[in-house]
């Protein structure tokens, strides 16, 4: 006997249309998809308008120099990077190794090589800028070190389980934020590169770092700097830079090759002048919609 769709759990309905979605991507080339994206675009910024009151916010706050049209020209640019980015997410599930990494390119990788020769484990930061998602599957062909990543599990426990099963390429390997410290003492048998992409709001402002950042007071992780001095791994930046539509390059900067010498917010605040750099020069790229500044310091 079959089953109606009002019979289906909701978390399996979702999680069959996105399968669905995930086989045509399959089949589709990046051309086509681009102009797909081209349509995401226009639906999400003239007709649906999402998260247009954060977004625009978020943009006159940090560049209070700007004018409405300049601010507006960057939230377009914004928009049309996140639908290429809403695209590149979903055909990731089927692109090669190989793939990834003609379109996402490593640079300046010999100093990470060394610390590998010398059997030393790295923490690299990164932003949520460019593609993200990219980065950990581009890795493992590209770097020595085992690259291990750490996401947020979905609420959909099916697409979760997609997600552990299929995002990850090579050597790389998943692991829960809920598991941070877990995922440290785990022995990898290799030096292991721990991937951490650290700007979102914190959970908790008690804990919070608090600096300076897009011209606001802003609260910000601690995890990266308190697992850093804790073992004392060197400290990378992965600065990102989208060449073009569907192709991107990361240069690597160290930061820090002794964080146990530093001083408690050092590592933190040198991290986010970084990712500021980066993101003054092509702001477009970064993340807007999220609700990035969403804590004061009074909420302490």
Known sequence: MGFGLNEIPM???????????????????????????DLIFHIIYYLVGYRKNVVFQNLRNSFPEKSGDEISAIARGFYHHFSDMLIES?????????????????????????????????ICIAGHYGNWEWGGLASGAQL?????????????????????????????????ITQTAETFKMEYGEPTIFYMVADQSPSSPRLAYWVNFMSQDTATLHGPEKYARIYNFPVVF???????????????????????????????????????????????YYLWSHRRWKLKRQDK
């Open 11 to 37: 978390d399996k309905l979702t999680f069959y249309t996105f399968r669905f979605f995930i086989f045509l991507f399959r089949f589709l080339p990046f051309r086509f998809l681009f102009g797909f994206a």
């Open 90 to 122: 979903l055909k990731a599930f089927t692109m090669t190794e190989d793939a990834v990494v003609r379109r996402y390119k490593y640079n300046n990788t010999e100093f990470l090589d060394d610390l590998y020769q010398k059997g030393q484990s790295v």
């Open 144 to 176: 020595k070190h085992k690259p291990v990543g750490f996401y947020k599990p979905l609420s959909n426990k099916y697409v979760d389980d997609y997600i552990q099963q299929t995002r990850v390429k090579g050597r790389s390997k998943l692991a829960s």
């Open 238 to 284: 992965a600065s990102a830079k989208k060449v073009r539509r569907g192709y991107y390059t990361v240069d690597f900067k160290m930061l820090e090759p002794e964080p146990a010498k530093t001083k408690t917010g050092e590592l933190t605040g040198r991290y986010m002048k970084m990712l500021e750099d980066v993101i003054r020069a092509k702001p477009e």
